[in-house]
């Protein structure tokens, strides 16, 4: 085999790599977790009318419907995570949203046209 050829398979195989899905543990992906929206999480705000998100290795799930993390990049503070979601009816959408972890463990959301933003506490 050519040295060209070889240097090219090893180019090609780096790449399909860094592109992989991989499912993660909480350890390796600290988002993981139940929150409540926009107001921190406390025992007595656990009634139905509180907003909660909980976040796995591969989905999202929130009052918005069921979301599959299909990849997402993490950069400084900041996760961007490309998800598949499921919302009422059946309605499908692939779309984009920010995570940024704050000094005081919320997160900050928001979607990729910033028209939805909302804080995340991270529930006990």
Do not use: W
């Not at 900041?78 to 984009?96: P, Y």
Request: with cysteine; hydrophobic share 35%.
């Amino acid at each position: 085999m050519h040295r060209r050829a070889v240097t090219g398979m090893s180019i090609v195989a780096l790449a399909m790599l860094a592109t992989v899905s991989i499912s993660l543990g909480e350890d390796e992906f600290p988002l993981v977790g139940t929150y409540t929206e926009n107001e921190p999480c406390k025992p007595e705000n656990a009634g139905p009318n509180v907003s909660r998100v909980k976040i796995t290795p591969t989905q999202i799930d929130s009052v918005f419907g069921l979301c599959t993390i299909l990849r997402y990049k993490h950069e400084g503070n900041t996760f961007a995570v490309h998800v598949d979601c499921k919302g009422a009816g059946g309605s499908q959408m692939l779309g984009d949203v920010a995570f940024t972890m704050r000094d005081d463990k919320a997160l900050d959301f928001s979607d990729q046209d910033q028209t939805y933003k909302a804080v995340l506490y991270k529930c006990p």
